[in-house]
């Protein structure tokens, strides 16, 4: 079946010249236009093409925190602790790791059509998430198919914004900005679903497979590369070496570490927060379930990383890069430290959506200031790389804030957090010294 026959008009920037001048290559290129890369035939503009994406990634990543919004029933189920519950989210990013590093040592991502693999990636986090529904899964079998989804899911989100860098040049930050609000948006629709019905547990995993099958068929009949592609190519050990070597690189993927650190635990903990403050029964709809409104004030704290991402966007791709990154790791880190002493519930509402606006806000100009300060032939494995090492410091704060909770409270929970803006703060500023810094749109 064809692509959809979108009318397109391209961005206003000249294409790259298909690699001929560009340094570095360790490997055999391909000259001629693979087929994927015809999909440009349809001439659709680069907008559109965003917008689908963006439609593809929130839909795909609904299976991201299915379990993290159905984890009361879960622990029910299994009659297990909170901490062992947050296994069930820590899981998914340690497979979404092992999923970046594995297609980063084969080089998938720069020698395979983007959009098979966003494709492929949706469809299996699908069918795996389904697989909770068999009566006969038990704890250790989740655990197991949580970290299978992470995995799919790593051919999702970090391709996703390879194919959108291939569409954009000026305005690559705001258009990256898209992808990664979309993200968040996706992550948190399950606590939507949980918030606004009574359904079972049960029939939220279906609505969130369904929902990432249907990105799924999205990206591969609807999606290809854009004008500013490079040639597909085969991952060399030079190329790995190239990226390791790179302080630019080095320096942006710390930053981007030490804002994970902080973002994801923010995710996975945001919601059990809500449902023990005032805010949880003030927007519960039903009248009765504490649960459900603490997931719509987790779902709109989440999903205001989406009006964070856009406005960062238009900032960045004017002012600067990692004045936008800074700006957002201080402010967020600020939120951290104090907001746990809030008991008021208009404050403390007010702060979740700015905390989750801020917090997510400097994520998509990590990625575009990967795009500026490597080889452009290897955009592709360098994304994965820094999503994957990205995704380290994930697992330890994931679990440290129920633990610190469980000891200490809410307050030093979320300071646990802290150290992670402070490591991004202090890369940045290295970043900022050196050379490659001209390379960096308005640096």
Same mark, same amino acid.
């Given at each position: 079946?064809?692509?959809?026959?979108?009318?397109?008009?391209?961005?206003?920037?000249?294409?790259?010249?298909?690699?001929?001048?560009?340094?570095?290559?360790?490997?055999?290129?391909?000259? &001629?236009? /693979?087929?994927?890369?015809? =999909?440009?035939?349809?001439?659709?503009?680069?907008?559109?093409?965003?917008?689908?994406? @963006?439609?593809?990634?929130? #839909?795909?990543?609904?299976?991201?925190?299915?379990?993290?919004?159905?984890?009361?029933?879960?622990?029910?189920?299994?009659?297990?602790?909170?901490? &062992?519950?947050?296994?069930?989210?820590?899981?998914?990013?340690?497979?979404?790791?092992?999923?970046?590093?594995?297609?980063?040592?084969?080089?998938?991502?720069? !020698?395979?059509?983007? &959009?098979?693999?966003?494709?492929?990636?949706?469809?299996?986090?699908?069918?795996?998430? $389904? #697989?909770?529904?068999?009566?006969? #899964?038990?704890?250790?079998?989740?655990?197991?198919?949580?970290? +299978?989804?992470?995995?799919?899911?790593?051919?999702? !989100?970090?391709?996703?914004?390879?194919?959108?860098?291939?569409?954009?040049?000026?305005?690559?930050?705001?258009?990256?900005? *898209?992808?990664?609000?979309?993200?968040?948006?996706?992550?948190?629709?399950?606590?939507?679903?949980? $918030?606004?019905?009574?359904?079972?547990?049960?029939?939220?995993?279906?609505?969130?497979?369904?929902?990432?099958?249907?990105?799924?068929?999205?990206?591969?009949?609807?999606?290809?590369?854009?004008?500013?592609?490079?040639?597909?190519?085969?991952?060399?050990?030079?190329?790995?070496?190239?990226?390791?070597?790179?302080?630019?690189?080095? #320096?942006?993927?710390?930053?981007? +570490?030490?804002?994970?650190?902080?973002?994801?635990?923010?995710?996975?903990?945001?919601?059990?927060?809500?449902?023990?403050?005032?805010?949880?029964?003030?927007?519960?709809?039903?009248?009765?379930?504490?649960?459900?409104?603490?997931?719509?004030?987790?779902?709109?704290?989440?999903?205001?990383? +989406? @009006? =964070?991402?856009?406005?960062?966007? @238009?900032?960045?791709?004017?002012?600067?890069?990692?004045?936008?990154?800074?700006?957002?790791?201080?402010?967020?880190?600020?939120?951290?430290?104090?907001?746990?002493?809030?008991?008021?519930?208009?404050?403390?509402?007010?702060?979740? +959506?700015?905390?989750?606006?801020?917090?997510?806000?400097?994520?998509?100009?990590?990625?575009?200031?990967?795009? &500026?300060?490597?080889?452009?032939?290897?955009?592709?494995?360098?994304?994965?790389?820094?999503?994957? *090492?990205?995704?380290?410091?994930?697992?330890?704060?994931?679990?440290?804030? /129920?633990?610190?909770?469980?000891? !200490?409270?809410?307050?030093? $929970?979320?300071?646990?957090?802290? /150290?992670? /803006?402070?490591?991004?703060?202090?890369?940045?500023?290295?970043?900022?010294?050196?050379?490659?810094?001209?390379?960096?749109?308005?640096?």
């Amino acid at each position: 079946m064809d692509r959809l026959p979108l009318i397109i008009k391209e961005d206003k920037q000249q294409p790259f010249d298909g690699g001929e001048n560009n340094k570095g290559s360790c490997s055999e290129t391909q000259t &001629e236009t /693979p087929s994927h890369a015809r =999909g440009c035939k349809s001439r659709i503009s680069s907008w559109a093409v965003l917008a689908l994406v @963006v439609i593809s990634v929130i #839909c795909g990543m609904s299976t991201w925190f299915s379990a993290a919004a159905i984890l009361p029933q879960l622990e029910l189920r299994w009659g297990i602790t909170p901490e &062992e519950a947050s296994l069930l989210t820590i899981t998914v990013n340690i497979g979404f790791l092992i999923g970046a590093l594995a297609s980063t040592v084969v080089g998938i991502a720069d !020698y395979v059509a983007p &959009e098979r693999l966003i494709a492929i990636g949706c469809i299996l986090a699908a069918g795996l998430n $389904a #697989c909770l529904l068999i009566k006969q #899964c038990n704890f250790a079998g989740a655990i197991c198919l949580r970290f +299978l989804t992470g995995s799919a899911m790593a051919l999702v !989100y970090p391709i996703s914004c390879k194919l959108v860098s291939t569409w954009f040049v000026d305005n690559r930050g705001l258009a990256l900005a *898209f992808v990664l609000g979309a993200v968040g948006v996706g992550s948190a629709s399950p606590h939507l679903v949980n $918030a606004i019905t009574s359904m079972p547990w049960e029939t939220l995993v279906t609505v969130c497979s369904i929902v990432s099958a249907v990105g799924g068929i999205i990206a591969i009949f609807t999606l290809s590369e854009g004008p500013h592609r490079k040639p597909l190519r085969r991952l060399c050990l030079a190329d790995v070496k190239e990226l390791l070597s790179n302080k630019a690189f080095v #320096c942006t993927t710390l930053a981007y +570490l030490g804002h994970n650190w902080e973002i994801y635990a923010f995710y996975s903990w945001v919601n059990e927060f809500a449902s023990e403050r005032d805010v949880a029964a003030a927007f519960d709809m039903s009248g009765g379930s504490a649960h459900r409104g603490a997931s719509l004030v987790a779902f709109m704290a989440i999903s205001f990383g +989406l @009006v =964070g991402c856009i406005i960062a966007g @238009v900032v960045a791709d004017r002012v600067g890069r990692t004045s936008v990154c800074l700006v957002s790791l201080l402010v967020s880190g600020g939120i951290a430290a104090g907001i746990g002493e809030v008991h008021d519930t208009a404050g403390v509402f007010a702060l979740l +959506l700015l905390w989750g606006m801020l917090i997510v806000s400097d994520s998509a100009q990590y990625s575009a200031i990967v795009t &500026e300060v490597v080889n452009p032939e290897t955009v592709g494995t360098a994304m994965t790389v820094q999503f994957g *090492f990205g995704f380290l410091s994930t697992f330890p704060s994931i679990y440290v804030v /129920p633990v610190v909770y469980n000891e !200490y409270g809410w307050g030093w $929970a979320w300071r646990s957090l802290v /150290p992670g /803006p402070v490591l991004g703060i202090i890369c940045l500023m290295i970043l900022r010294q050196l050379p490659d810094k001209s390379k960096i749109y308005h640096a």
